[in-house]
C-alpha cells in the first residue's frame, strides 16, 4: 500500500477572510464603560460552511486509531468503541448539570456507583474516586492523600521522600515535587527495579515508592510482593502507576500486589478516546489506609436512591470542578460491561501475545535490551542505526510514510534511542505483521531516505529547533513577526 | 467477547506457534502465584444492543436539562452548541488521536491547537496561551503555582466570593510547598473586593499572588478589580475570567493581568455532568518558560512551508521530570478544538449578542424577583452579566429551589459549601440567564418566587 495523506495549502482561519473589525461591540448598558471592551475581538466572521471545511480538512491531515495503527508504548492506543460515543451524547448524559438536585440525576449517579464497583474489582481496592481528570491528575491527588495520612500520624515532618524507579513515567516525579515531596530516583536491573537498591534506599523518610507494574520497559515486575514488604517494612506506602494495568486484568490486581493506593486511566485501559491529548479520566483507588481521604464527593447508595456524600471529614476535599469527566466514565462503563469478567481477562491476554508477537518480528532488525518475555509492550534500541548515520527518530519519521503511526521514542530514557511499542488487543495478526513488514522496508531504506522522510504526509519533516528558539505561539506572534520583517 | 478484540479463526493458534508456545499462559509464567488473582467478579459480557438497552435504562433516570426552565450556571453552562460543533469534533481522525508527538502527523490537530491558543490570546489580550489544562479551577491551581516560581512569598489571595470548590481546589494545589490561601472579604453591600486589605496584604511583602475572577463568584463585576494591578504593584495578578464575558469586557491584559485562567466548557461542550471541561491559560510572554501545559508553535518543514509543533518542552513532566513546570500530561485538547469551532461559527458579533441577551433576560428575572417579600434580587448593588446570586432572608435554599423544580424550573444552585464542617452562611443562589429560557420561563420562576414568599417561605 502506498500511503499520501491529504496535503491541502490551507490558509489559516484568519486568513480566510478580510481582517476583523476593530470597532467595539455593541456596549450593555448596565456594564459601567470602563469595563466595557474598546476593540472587537480580532476574530474572523465566517460562514458556517467555511468553518466545517477548514476544520474537516485539517482533520484530514491527521492521524487517529480510526485510520492508522498507532502502537505508541505506554499510550494504550486501543479502539474506542463507537457505541461509547452514541451513549456518551445522548441527552441523559450530555445535557446534565452537575448542579441539578440529586432527585433528577439518580441514573447518573448510578452508573458511576456501577463503575466505581467494577473498578473495584478490577484493582483489588475497596473504594473508588472518579474526580481526577487524567493519569497525572490522580497520581497528584493520590500523593495528597499520602501525605494527609502521615500528616495525621505524626509522621509527615519526616516522610517527605518519594522513590520511584529510573524507568518511571516523567508524570511521577513530577506529581511528587508538586505534592511537596523530593524524589529520588532507583536505578534499575536488567530493567525492573534493584531489590538490593530499593533496601538500601527505604529510610524513615520514605513517604512512598512510585511503581509502574508491568513497568514502562514492558516487563513484570516479577519481586513485586518483596517490594511490597520492603516498601512496608519501612513505614512507607506503595503507589500503582496504572498506565499499564491493560497487560494484567484477571491475572493479578494492585492490591494483591501489595500496593496501597492506585490511579488508573479510562483514556487507556478502558478505551475512552485520547481526543488529541485529552480529554482523559482518571481514578483513584485506595485501600484501607487511604480510602479516608479520598476527594470528596463520594457516589453512596442508600437503600435505592444514589447521592452524593460530602461527610468525610478526613477527605482532602475537591482536586477538580465537579465530580469527574462524567462524558467518560459513560464511555468507560460500556465498554467494561461489554466485556464482562472474560472479555477484559481476554483483552490482556490478547495484549499481551500480540505484543511478544511483535517484538519477536521487530527483535530480528534491532536489539531488545532486556528479557525477551514482555508483557503489553516492549522496547527496542536504536543504538545500532548509528552506524549508518541514522537515528531512533529517522526511523519514527520513516514509518509514518508507511502510514502507520510510530512507536513512543526516546523513552525509557535507560535505554539508548529507545523505541516502545505498544501493540492493544484491538489490533489483528494482519495489522502486526502489517506493521512488521513496514517496519523492515523503513529500517533497510537508504540512510538518505530516512533523513528525508516523511515525504509522503501533509508536510514534511519539522523544523523543531526553531519553534523552540524563535516561539510563535499564536496569531498575534505571527502577526508581529510580519511587521517585523516589512519593516526595513 | 466484543468483536472489538480480533478472534479470527485459527489467528491466536498461529501467533502462539509463531512464539512457540502452547497457551498464553505462558506469557504469565513471570507473575508470581501469590500474586495472583482468581475471578474478579465481574458479569459476563453482553452484546452491543444489550449495553445499549442497560445504559439507556440508566440514562433514562436522569431528567436532562431540557426538561426544565434551567437557570443553572456557575462555571458550568447549559448554552445550545450549533451542531457544526460536535460535528467536527466527532471527527475521529481528532478524537482517537493521541497526543501529537509526532508533529508531521498530526498538523491537523496540532494547527487546531495553535488556533484555539490564538483565540484565547485574542480574547484576554495577553501574549501566550497554552493548548489547555483540566478545567478552570486546575487552571486557577497551576496559575498559583506560577505566580509562586515568578514572585517570593508564601500568601496568595483569593476572593472571598470564590465558589467553594475552587477555594478547596486551591488549598489543595497550595499545599504541596506548604503555601497558604487566603480569601479576601467582599463589601456586604456590593460584593466588592476590599481593596484596603489586599494592600495591607501586599505591604507585608509575603503576597506572590492575587486572584480576582471576573464576574465573581456572586455573578457580578467588581469594578475594583479594574485597579487591582495599581494596588499590588509587580505582585502577579490573576485573573478568572468567564471567556462569554470577555466578548463584551475589557481584556484582563489592559488591566494588568499577568495570567488570565478560565473554564471554556460554555464555547460548545455539553454540560455532561461536570466533566470534561476545559482549563483555559494564558500569561505574559515573560513568564513563558515558567508556563505548564502542551504548547504548540509555529514553524516551518524542510521545504519551508508552514507548519506546527508541540514546543518548549524542556518544561514539560516527560524532560524535566521533578524540575518541570507542571505535572500534567494528558490535557483537555478536543475540548480546545470545541472551543475554537464554537468561537469561529457563532463568530465574535455573535458572542457579543449573545451575552447581551443572556444579560438583559438576567436583568428581567432579577427586576421579577426584586419586589418578592423574603427575596433580596440581585443580592449585591454591583452590575452583572448573565448571572446574579439572590439571598433568601427567610426559609432555605432547598426548600425553594424544590419548589421551583416542582414547576419544572432548575432555579439556580446554592452556594454553600456542603460539607458538614463547613461554617453556616446565608442562603445564596446563583441564578443564571441561560439561552433556553423565554420571557414565560421568567414570568414562571417569578410567580413560582411570590408563591414561595406567600406560603411564608415553605416548600
Known amino acids: 500500500m502506498t500511503f499520501r495523506q491529504a496535503r491541502y495549502d490551507e490558509p489559516s482561519i484568519w486568513d480566510m477572510t478580510v481582517p476583523p473589525p476593530t470597532a467595539p461591540p455593541p456596549g450593555i448598558t448596565t456594564v459601567p464603560e470602563r469595563f466595557r471592551r474598546k476593540k472587537a475581538v480580532q476574530w474572523p466572521e465566517l460562514a458556517e460552511p467555511e468553518v466545517v471545511r477548514h476544520y474537516t480538512r485539517l482533520s484530514q491531515m491527521n492521524f487517529g486509531i480510526d485510520t492508522a495503527f498507532y502502537p505508541l508504548g505506554s499510550c494504550t492506543m486501543k479502539y474506542n468503541p463507537k457505541v461509547s460515543e452514541l451513549l456518551a451524547r445522548r441527552p441523559g448524559a450530555a445535557e446534565i448539570h452537575p448542579n441539578q438536585p440529586e432527585a433528577t440525576v439518580q441514573g447518573a449517579l448510578e452508573l458511576t456507583y456501577r463503575l466505581e464497583r467494577i473498578l473495584s474489582k478490577v484493582t483489588g481496592f475497596p473504594e473508588i474516586s472518579l474526580q481526577p481528570g487524567a493519569g497525572a491528575h490522580g497520581e497528584y491527588a493520590a500523593l495528597l492523600m499520602v501525605r494527609a495520612y502521615f500528616r495525621d500520624r505524626g509522621e509527615l515532618p519526616l516522610r517527605t521522600e518519594v522513590l520511584l524507579p529510573d524507568t518511571a513515567h516523567g508524570t511521577n516525579p513530577a506529581s511528587a515535587s508538586e505534592a511537596g515531596f523530593t524524589t529520588r530516583e532507583i536505578a534499575s536491573k536488567d530493567g525492573c527495579v534493584d531489590l538490593a537498591a530499593l533496601r538500601a534506599a527505604v529510610s524513615k523518610r520514605t513517604a512512598c515508592f512510585m511503581l509502574t507494574n508491568p513497568n514502562t520497559a514492558g516487563l513484570f515486575e516479577g519481586e513485586i510482593l518483596e517490594i511490597a514488604e520492603t516498601v512496608h517494612a519501612a513505614g512507607g506506602l506503595l503507589y500503582y502507576d496504572g498506565a499499564n494495568l491493560n497487560a494484567i486484568l484477571g491475572v493479578t490486581n494492585p492490591a494483591r500486589m501489595g500496593f496501597d493506593v492506585a490511579h488508573l486511566n479510562l483514556h487507556k485501559t478502558f478505551a475512552t478516546p485520547h481526543g488529541g491529548g485529552g480529554p482523559g479520566a482518571g481514578v483513584l483507588a485506595a485501600g484501607e489506609k487511604l480510602a479516608p481521604y479520598l476527594p470528596v464527593p463520594r457516589v453512596a447508595k442508600t437503600g435505592r436512591r444514589f447521592r452524593l456524600d460530602y461527610d468525610r471529614p478526613k477527605s482532602i476535599g475537591k482536586i477538580k470542578t465537579a465530580y469527574g469527566n462524567f462524558g467518560l466514565d459513560v464511555r468507560a462503563y460500556a465498554f467494561a460491561v461489554s466485556h464482562g469478567e472474560e472479555g477484559l481477562k481476554q483483552a490482556s491476554r490478547r495484549a499481551v501475545l500480540n505484543s511478544n508477537y511483535l517484538g519477536a518480528k521487530l527483535g530480528k532488525f534491532l536489539p531488545r535490551p532486556f528479557r525477551t518475555l514482555v508483557k503489553h509492550e516492549f522496547v527496542l534500541s536504536g543504538a545500532p542505526l548509528h552506524e549508518r548515520g541514522v537515528r531512533t527518530l529517522d526511523l519514527a519519521k520513516r514509518l509514518l510514510d508507511e502510514g502507520v503511526h510510530a512507536p513512543t521514542v526516546y523513552f525509557p530514557s535507560l535505554v539508548e534511542e529507545s523505541l516502545m511499542v505498544e501493540p492493544p488487543e484491538t489490533e489483528s495478526k494482519r495489522e502486526l505483521d502489517h506493521f512488521a513488514e513496514a517496519f523492515e522496508r523503513a529500517i533497510h531504506d537508504t540512510p538518505e531516505n530516512l533523513h528525508a522522510a516523511p515525504r509522503n504526509l501533509s508536510v514534511t519533516r519539522i523544523d523543531e529547533v526553531r519553534a523552540a528558539r524563535e516561539p510563535r505561539l499564536s496569531w498575534k506572534d505571527l502577526r508581529n513577526a510580519a511587521v517585523k520583517v516589512e519593516t526595513p | 467477547m466484543p468483536r472489538w478484540i480480533s478472534d479470527e479463526p485459527g489467528e491466536e493458534a498461529a501467533l502462539l506457534e509463531a512464539l512457540g508456545i502452547p497457551s498464553v499462559d505462558a506469557l504469565f509464567a513471570d507473575v508470581p502465584k501469590k500474586a495472583r488473582v482468581g475471578r474478579m467478579g465481574l458479569g459476563a459480557g453482553r452484546e452491543e444492543p444489550e449495553v445499549v438497552h442497560d445504559v439507556d435504562k440508566l440514562l433514562d433516570r436522569n431528567r436532562p436539562l431540557s426538561h426544565f426552565a434551567t437557570f443553572l450556571g456557575g462555571r458550568i453552562a447549559y448554552r445550545y452548541a450549533p451542531a457544526a460543533v460536535d460535528a467536527i469534533v466527532s471527527r475521529s481522525e481528532f478524537y482517537t488521536s493521541y497526543t501529537p508527538y509526532q508533529a508531521e502527523a498530526s498538523q491537523g490537530m496540532l494547527r487546531a491547537l495553535f488556533e484555539f491558543q490564538s483565540l484565547w490570546v485574542e480574547l484576554t489580550g495577553l501574549d501566550v496561551a497554552n493548548a489547555s489544562l483540566y478545567d478552570g479551577a486546575t487552571a486557577a491551581g497551576e496559575a498559583l503555582l506560577l505566580c509562586r516560581r515568578i514572585h517570593e512569598g508564601n500568601r496568595f489571595l483569593i476572593p472571598a466570593s470564590l465558589p467553594w470548590e475552587e477555594k478547596s481546589v486551591l488549598a489543595n494545589y497550595a499545599s504541596g510547598p506548604g503555601l497558604r490561601v487566603e480569601e479576601i472579604p467582599f463589601d456586604a453591600r456590593t460584593g466588592r473586593l476590599d481593596l484596603d486589605f489586599i494592600r495591607k496584604a501586599v505591604a507585608s511583602k509575603e503576597v506572590f499572588g492575587v486572584l480576582a475572577d471576573v464576574p465573581n463568584g456572586f455573578g457580578h463585576l467588581d469594578e475594583g478589580v479594574l485597579d487591582l494591578k495599581s494596588i499590588i504593584g509587580d505582585v502577579p495578578l490573576v485573573v478568572a475570567a468567564d471567556p462569554l464575558s470577555l466578548s463584551v469586557l475589557e481584556p484582563p491584559g489592559e488591566y494588568g493581568a499577568d495570567v488570565v485562567v478560565g473554564e471554556g466548557q460554555g464555547f460548545g461542550i455539553s454540560p455532561s455532568f461536570g466533566g470534561p471541561l476545559l482549563g483555559l491559560f494564558a500569561c505574559r510572554k515573560e513568564h513563558l518558560r515558567q508556563a ?86 440581585p443580592r449585591f448593588d454591583s452590575p452583572y452579566l448573565g448571572e446574579f446570586s439572590i439571598e433568601l432572608t427567610r426559609g432555605n435554599s432547598s426548600d425553594f429551589l424544590d419548589r421551583l423544580r416542582r414547576r419544572r424550573i432548575l432555579g439556580g444552585h446554592s452556594l454553600a459549601d456542603p460539607r458538614p464542617t463547613a461554617p453556616k452562611e446565608p442562603e445564596r443562589i446563583l441564578v443564571a440567564a441561560t439561552d433556553s429560557v423565554s420571557e414565560k420561563d421568567i414570568q414562571r420562576y417569578a410567580t413560582t418566587a411570590r408563591a414561595w414568599s406567600s406560603a411564608g417561605g415553605r416548600s
Open chain 2, 292 to 377: 505548564p501545559g502542551r504548547i504548540v508553535g509555529a514553524t516551518v518543514d524542510s521545504e519551508g512551508r508552514p507548519a506546527y509543533t508541540l514546543t518548549l518542552q524542556t518544561r514539560e513532566q516527560h524532560i524535566r521530570r521533578s524540575r518541570a513546570t507542571s505535572n500534567i500530561c494528558t490535557n483537555q485538547s478536543l475540548m480546545a478544538l470545541a472551543f475554537v469551532v464554537y468561537a469561529s461559527v457563532v463568530g465574535p458579533r455573535g458572542l457579543a449578542t449573545l451575552q447581551t441577551s443572556l444579560a438583559e433576560k438576567a436583568r428581567t428575572l432579577a427586576t421579577a424577583l426584586g419586589g418578592i417579600d423574603g427575596i433580596q434580587a
